[in-house]
């Protein structure tokens, strides 16, 4: 396979809002990112992934973006977002931006045109079409955040599609003149010297032209047969490979919900010429239930395993796989996949940190991960930010279908905003995040929890974190090892090998809270250990 940047590298993400607020509004900034860039560089990331900086009335916290040029008036100016860029270039760190172009807000200069008739010229910009009646939407699609995907414009009568929030109206990518604008503003960024983009439901962005009533699921019917994976989808990504992406050294991740393996090689195969990696989401959906994420299901380890597992073989030599066990739509990964109760927290967290990092792929670190970050007590429906979690509560709570004090339970497991509280850098006031009132609610475990504190323990989950992305720059194998799974059937360890020559890693992870016993096979016990959650240094023979 080709060697390339992007396959050594450490990304980090950085979720805007939460992460640094310099100027006491509540609310993170740019020069709140740039003021922490040292931070980054010596936790030793390479990459950072910014969620969304455009300007944007906020309905989806940025993922609405109401002009791609500019950046939101809560996080700074054009000349902070510079400023930061050069300082992160200094030091050798790159920025990759999200780009999101399945849907813009509806306070878009081209959605505000669109709207107004029905032949403005950029009415074909988004997705139009006539009711079956006067009441009732072109179809029975449901949105990604509750009620249909269509919503009625009184202006000219018809409806326009959405597959998220009223207010992120999609575009319609078979319009050559959108690819062109969005290619152009594309170019535009990359020629500031960004080094990249994540590129949020990319998957979606080709519609078939008929529209009928999707699989009906419950009151609404499923789009995905004809939204994601489109007819077009490789067509209009090759387009912009050519026009943009290959002009360019920087890197590209796909948010491509829905795929499979093979799917994946089509999407970021070596050489396909479209994307250079996807995030799949097979290991984060193992834990869904009949209301989606709703629920209290854990993830079971065997399936975890075999979804991993085919991942790292179904790729082996054709395309790169993306690692993550959080994300901003995710919950804390140490919550979720481990034990954040206190005697276990930090020795989970770096478990997850290695049975993660040690696979075939580019690790993504989540702001705070690092830190071993857990969900926060949220109480009441009123704590939530979220537009996904608010209005799931209230349809899911409103049609009878689940009691409240359930969907609250399920919320404070599942919900997007435990991700979103602020970043905790030290034990004063908020966290150190904000001199003012956080948007969200603080985890009130930071006084335990924090960067300051972990920074001067050698044990903590920070350094051990720093010294896993320190070995990926020693080690060839663990950026280029072949994967292989050992002890398939095991309920509790996650074992698995890698293998460059004649070299050989084993990887040996205890999901329980138990101790477990594990003989280790021949060829390994005279090997050295490279690292370890207990610190341990040597293989005894028993
Ligand atoms: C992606 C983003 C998510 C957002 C959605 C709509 O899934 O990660 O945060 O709500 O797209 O843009
Ligand atoms: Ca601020």
Not at 38 to 66: A, E, M, R, T
Request: net charge negative; aromatic share 12%.
């Amino acid at each position: 396979m080709n060697q390339t940047w992007w396959k050594e590298a450490v990304i980090y993400q950085i979720y805007p809002r939460s992460f640094m607020d310099s100027n006491g509004d509540g609310i993170g900034d740019i020069k709140g990112i740039t003021s922490r860039l040292d931070y980054l560089k010596y936790l030793g990331v390479d990459v950072i992934w910014l969620s969304p900086i455009y300007k944007s009335p906020n309905d989806d916290n940025g993922y609405d973006i109401s002009d791609y040029q500019a950046i939101m008036d809560e996080f700074g100016t054009m000349e902070d977002f510079d400023e930061m860029l050069s300082q992160a270039h200094k030091r050798g760190l790159r920025i990759i931006m999200d780009l999101v172009v399945n849907h813009t807000s509806d306070e878009h200069k081209w959605f505000m045109e669109s709207r107004k008739s029905k032949d403005n010229e950029y009415r074909d910009y988004y997705i139009w079409r006539d009711g079956k009646d006067a009441e009732t939407p072109p179809n029975n699609w449901g949105s990604c955040f509750g009620g249909s995907a269509w919503q009625y414009d009184e202006t000219t009568g018809m409806y326009y599609l959405h597959l998220f929030s009223k207010k992120q109206p999609d575009l319609n990518w078979d319009n050559p003149n959108v690819r062109k604008d969005v290619f152009d503003m594309m170019t535009w960024w990359c020629d500031k010297g960004i080094d990249g983009f994540r590129m949020d439901v990319i998957s979606m962005i080709s519609k078939t032209k008929e529209m009928p009533d999707g699989p009906a699921a419950d009151f609404y019917g499923d789009y995905s047969p004809y939204c994601v994976h489109g007819p077009n989808i490789h067509k209009y990504l090759r387009e912009m490979n050519e026009k943009v992406l290959s002009k360019y050294d920087i890197m590209t991740v796909g948010e491509t919900s829905g795929v499979t393996t093979e799917l994946a090689k089509q999407y970021a195969g070596e050489n396909a010429g479209e994307l250079n990696m996807v995030f799949q989401f097979e290991h984060v959906d193992l834990d869904g239930g009949k209301y989606g994420k709703w629920t209290d299901r854990r993830v079971n380890l065997r399936e975890f395993k075999q979804v991993m597992t085919s991942w790292q073989t179904g790729l082996e030599g054709k395309a790169w796989n993306s690692l993550f066990l959080g994300n901003h739509d995710q919950p804390r990964s140490v919550s979720r996949f481990g034990n954040d109760a206190p005697e276990y927290r930090e020795i989970c967290a770096k478990m997850l940190a290695t049975c993660l990092h040690m696979l075939k792929g580019t690790p993504y670190v989540y702001q705070g991960e690092e830190l071993g970050m857990k969900n926060c007590p949220f109480s009441g429906i009123e704590d939530y930010r979220d537009i996904e979690s608010i209005n799931a509560f209230r349809t899911l709570t409103g049609e009878g279908k689940i009691a409240p004090e359930d969907m609250l339970r399920y919320l404070a497991l599942r919900s997007r905003d435990n991700a979103r509280t602020p970043m905790q850098w030290d034990d004063s006031v908020n966290a150190g995040f904000s001199s003012g009132t956080p948007w969200i609610m603080v985890n009130p475990d930071y006084t335990e929890i924090n960067a300051a504190r972990e920074l001067a323990d050698p044990d903590s989950v920070f350094h051990y974190y720093r010294q896993l992305i320190a070995l990926r720059k020693q080690e060839k194998i663990i950026v280029h090892g072949v994967y292989e799974l050992l002890e398939p059937d095991s309920e509790s360890l996650y074992v698995y090998t890698r293998t460059l020559g004649e070299e050989k890693l084993l990887v040996i992870c205890n999901f329980t809270a138990g101790e477990e016993e594990y003989r280790i096979p021949r060829e390994f016990v005279s090997g050295s250990v490279l690292t370890g959650n207990y610190g341990r240094t040597t293989v005894e023979e028993t």
